[in-house]
């Protein structure tokens, strides 16, 4: 007993140190990194619902587009809202399989071999691709000789969305045990047999998630559609010919318009174009909280 | 890679069972084929757009390409101002995006616990789920207003003062400028800048940082001594990637930039970059004209693809360096 009074008398609390303070300060500079964030995206959401959401009514969503100097009740967005969703269904027809048999081939054939590799790199390049180069190069190859229509801009966003629908659902077939595989060869089945009838629907809720954040991205995209769809003020429902028009387009077009019918015409436009985006971003989660049985 | 895959039988004799059926070899020619797309676009972009700028280069020269004056009426097509636009524009996003994604990115992997992470990442994920061209119809009609009122009393304040005057003094001072589509385009790469960093980020393997927690650090020493010279590599390559996308973001830059080709060090005045000056002008251009533009294009195609073969191979090498230790 007499030897532990005789120990001096040790405060074991860290005395606060500069250390310390440092310490707590470049934390407090994170959260500040995250409210920097919050507070753009907030104000945009904010305004986009303000000013939009006035505007939005049955007749705004399908009426002809009027002439700018038409005050906001006047006509609507539906031949932007009509171009929109011919022109990113057609654009998913299009590169959803193709970038899923692309895939297929770097996960499932190509594997280690140098031209799998090669092929993953150059997609990895083409997501950085700017989508105004994507519209030059539809319009040298298509729209200078095939003439406007809603086919063009379906090719743009279709390149796109092509990579990053082959690297989404490369991911998710890397995700699938070979031990499948293995058993379905054991079974007798040729390589397409057990890709398709195994190794694809193990991987169907990630590759489906992936795909509709592509068509996400692809639906608010205008910069592609510039030079191959142009604008047209009346529905066009004939996507493979005539010149169509889209709900991007149509706000870039009343953003630097000068007449406040127009801009409120825009936000409504915009209101109208995240609502969608956010509808396939949360089909994603559902479809991936639902369907992914395996994932990372 | 013959003897490892199972599809083929083993051991079979004759030399025709070893073939595979019919529909097999025809699924995996269409497989091939979609994978080699990516190549053939790649191909494409790059044959069919110099083609059709193929005037600008044989008229201008290199010294015209590379000149300063951009004069439609007078036919002349100098790309500096825009190479300059777009640089510039894309430092000013960098300079603001990557400590708040770096913050953002140590928030989410080092401070906060798991289930808080994921609200957050979500919310950075709404961020670019925001269209582009919504961000420009914000910036020109809320932003840039708001900014001017700014821009002037900072401009009043720094005229005549060394650097300072230099970058955001001057008498031109708009709302729409280099500065504001700089802001912008911040807002635009946070969230993939965030995202890669955090993957990087991720890797650190956890005995390294339990090891500086046992030797008494602090969270930041433990960042600082662990985290951060590990991913170093990996860091680099999302911020070249970050630059690529500022760079290539067109709608939103057409919207707030002001549209003024001109080369000026005053950071509040109008410019132009490559994306924007051909997604407002090609409409309406033809010739010559056009073929610049398409020029433009190329050039920007050019440029990008550089910076995103670079940042790929930074990234992939970092990744395979931490896998490999």
């Given at each position: 007993m007499a030897v532990v009074a005789d120990q001096p008398n040790v405060d074991l609390r860290e005395p606060p140190s500069w250390r310390r303070t440092k310490n707590r300060i470049m934390t407090w500079l994170m959260v500040l990194a995250f409210v920097l964030v919050v507070v753009p995206l907030g104000f945009v959401l904010f305004t986009v619902i303000a000013k939009g959401a006035s505007v939005i009514s049955w007749q705004f969503l399908t009426a002809d587009i009027p002439i700018n100097v038409m005050p906001a009740n006047v006509g609507g967005m539906g031949p932007a809202i009509v171009g929109t969703i011919e022109i990113t269904a057609l654009a998913t027809v299009i590169a959803v399989p193709l970038g899923v048999l692309g895939a297929i081939y770097i996960n499932e054939y190509g594997g280690k071999g140098l031209l799998a590799q090669v092929v993953r790199f150059m997609a990895d390049v083409m997501t950085g691709v700017p989508s105004i180069v994507m519209g030059l190069?539809?319009?040298?190859?298509?729209?200078?000789?095939?003439?406007?229509?809603?086919?063009?801009?379906?090719?743009?966003?279709?390149?796109?969305?092509?990579?990053?629908?082959?690297?989404?659902?490369?991911?998710?077939?890397?995700?699938?045990?070979?031990?499948?595989?293995?058993?379905?060869?054991?079974?007798?089945?040729?390589k397409a047999r057990v890709t398709m009838t195994v190794v694809l629907p193990a991987a169907l809720g990630g590759i489906v998630s992936g795909a509709l954040l592509a068509v996400a991205r692809a639906a608010g995209e205008t910069a592609p559609l510039l030079f191959t769809i142009l604008t047209v003020t009346t529905v066009n429902k004939n996507v493979f010919y005539g010149p169509n028009t889209s709900l991007p387009s149509q706000i870039f077009a009343n953003a630097s318009s000068a007449f406040t019918g127009a801009q409120a015409r825009g936000w409504g436009a915009a209101l109208t174009l995240i609502v969608i985006a956010f509808i396939l971003m949360i089909v994603a989660r559902l479809v991936t909280a639902r369907f992914a049985r395996y994932s990372s | 890679m013959a003897k490892a895959d199972p599809a083929v039988p083993a051991g079979s004799a004759h030399p025709l069972s070893r073939r595979r059926p019919l529909g097999d070899r025809v699924f995996a020619i269409i497989a091939l084929a979609s994978g080699l797309l990516v190549l053939v676009i790649l191909v494409l972009i790059a044959v069919s757009t110099s083609q059709q700028a193929s005037s600008w280069f044989t008229t201008e020269g290199l010294t015209g390409v590379f000149s300063t004056t951009w004069n439609p009426g007078k036919n002349q097509f100098g790309a500096v101002a825009f190479i300059y636009g777009t640089a510039v524009t894309a430092v000013i996003a960098l300079i603001i995006a990557v400590p708040i994604s770096l913050g953002m990115a140590l928030l989410l992997t080092e401070v906060v616990p798991r289930r808080w992470s994921r609200p957050i990442v979500y919310v950075v994920d709404l961020l670019a789920v925001v269209p582009s061209v919504v961000w420009g119809l914000w910036g020109i009609l809320v932003l840039a207003p708001w900014l001017q009122g700014i821009y002037n009393s900072i401009a009043s304040g720094v005229n005549g003062i060394w650097l300072l005057g230099t970058l955001f003094g001057g008498d031109n001072i708009s709302g729409a400028s280099f500065f504001t589509a700089g802001l912008i385009l911040a807002i635009m790469i946070t969230p993939i800048v965030t995202s890669l960093t955090r993957e990087v980020l991720a890797t650190t393997p956890n005995i390294d940082k339990q090891g500086a927690y046992a030797l008494g650090a602090t969270r930041w020493e433990m960042i600082r001594g662990v985290v951060l010279p590990h991913s170093q590599g990996g860091i680099v390559g999302s911020v070249l990637l970050g630059l690529g996308r500022a760079m290539g973001e067109t709608i939103a830059a057409a919207l707030v930039i002001g549209s003024s080709a001109t080369i000026t060090s005053h950071l509040f005045a109008p410019g132009y970059s490559m994306p924007a000056v051909i997604a407002n002008e090609f409409g309406e251009a033809s010739g010559e004209f056009r073929a610049a533009l398409m020029g433009l294009g190329v050039l920007l195609f050019a440029f990008t693809i550089i910076i995103n073969v670079i940042a790929r191979g930074v990234v992939e090498r970092s990744a395979r360096r931490s896998r490999g230790a």
């Open positions: 190069f539809i319009f040298s190859i298509w729209t200078l000789h095939y003439g406007f229509s809603g086919l063009g801009g379906a090719f743009a966003l279709a390149c796109l969305m092509l990579p990053i629908v082959i690297r989404s659902t490369e991911e998710m077939l890397k995700l699938v045990p070979d031990s499948l595989r293995q058993g379905s060869y054991a079974l007798g089945a040729t | -």
